[in-house]
């Protein structure tokens, strides 16, 4: 008797969106979590198109902020702040200035406690501005409002 196991896990077309929102004057951003992750680090960066590389190379990427080691429950919970120290205890690339308009927000996380590849989502200042929302929700890159189980959602955790 021949037993066949196969699995696969289904992949979203797009990956998840993070969230955005300003409290404070503050950015704060909502990582798409699933239970079994915890967020150890962010990293902020722009895409310098056509700067200062070698020819063939489309993008540079500069960091324009950087730190690890969760200050709280929460920002491990994939809700923190960018360019606080309240967020995270350990920057090693600290703002200088404002944030550009657009830029990138790059979360490093632990899965079960192995380091996994950070997940990254494009931020747009201007819809975040804009942006009417209620205590628990933040706007995507797209503009959709979202609460942050909503943006949660947008994983598919445990699928196989």
């Known amino acids: 008797m021949a037993v066949e196991v196969s699995a696969c896990t289904l992949q979203a077309p797009d990956p998840p969106d993070f969230g955005a929102r300003l409290e404070g004057g503050e950015v704060v951003i909502s990582y798409p ?3 079994s992750e915890e967020v150890v680090g962010a990293t902020v960066y722009v895409s310098s198109e056509g700067e200062g590389q070698a020819d063939g190379v489309d993008d540079f990427f500069e960091t324009k902020w950087s730190a690890r080691r969760p200050a709280s429950a929460e920002v491990r919970d994939g809700v923190f702040f ?4 309240r967020s995270f205890t350990d920057v090693e690339k600290p703002l200088v200035g404002r944030l550009p308009d657009e830029f990138f927000v790059d979360a490093q996380v632990v899965v079960d406690g192995h380091a996994e590849d950070a997940r990254d989502s494009p931020i747009d200042l201007a819809e975040v501005r804009g942006a009417q929302l209620a205590d ?7 503009g ?3 609460t942050r189980d909503q943006i949660d959602a947008q994983r598919k955790c445990g699928v196989t």
């Open 33 to 35: 979590r699933c239970p």
């Open 82 to 85: 960018i360019g606080s120290a």
């Open 144 to 146: 959709k409002v979202m």
């Open 136 to 142: 628990d929700e933040y706007v995507t890159w797209e």
